[in-house]
């Protein structure tokens, strides 16, 4: 079965740096394409970064691109997520969700992904 767990999450102040880690489990890690999502109190999950399988192709949200940057190592079976210049408008439980589809895309839309991890808090303060 697969399995996705983040790991890097935690406090950070305006203007700082997080990375953000997901390892998968369960399947073939490098066939499946990658998303980041985060959710805040109060609002709807929202689309944050992908990339797809091989890593042919990534894709941003408007609001984290420069300072966002999303990677992948198969190597490791792991998901990363660098995220530099955090706001407090960054603040949310960051998921990470995999598409175990045979070709490479990058989907935003969350019902896309079939499976999620169980979150990890960021918050910054400002």
């Known amino acids: 079965q697969e399995q996705l767990v983040e790991s890097g999450g935690g406090l950070v102040q305006a203007g700082g740096s997080l990375r953000l880690s997901c390892v998968g489990s369960?399947?073939?890690?490098?066939?499946?394409?990658m998303g980041w999502f985060r959710q805040a109190p109060g609002k709807e999950r929202e689309f944050v970064a992908g990339?797809?399988?091989?890593?042919?192709?990534?894709r941003y949200a408007d609001s984290v691109k420069g300072r966002f940057t999303i990677s992948r190592d198969n190597a490791k079976n792991t998901l990363y997520l660098q995220m530099n210049g955090l706001k407090p408008e960054d603040t949310a439980a960051y998921y990470c969700?995999?598409?175990?589809?045979?070709?490479?895309?990058?989907?935003?839309?969350?019902?896309?992904?079939?499976?999620w991890g169980q979150g990890t808090q960021v918050t910054v303060s400002s």
């Open positions: 969700a995999a598409d175990p589809q045979l070709y490479a895309r990058v989907p935003v839309a969350a019902e896309t992904y079939e499976h």
């Open positions: 369960g399947g073939t890690f490098g066939d499946w394409n």
């Open positions: 990339i797809s399988r091989g890593v042919v192709a990534t």
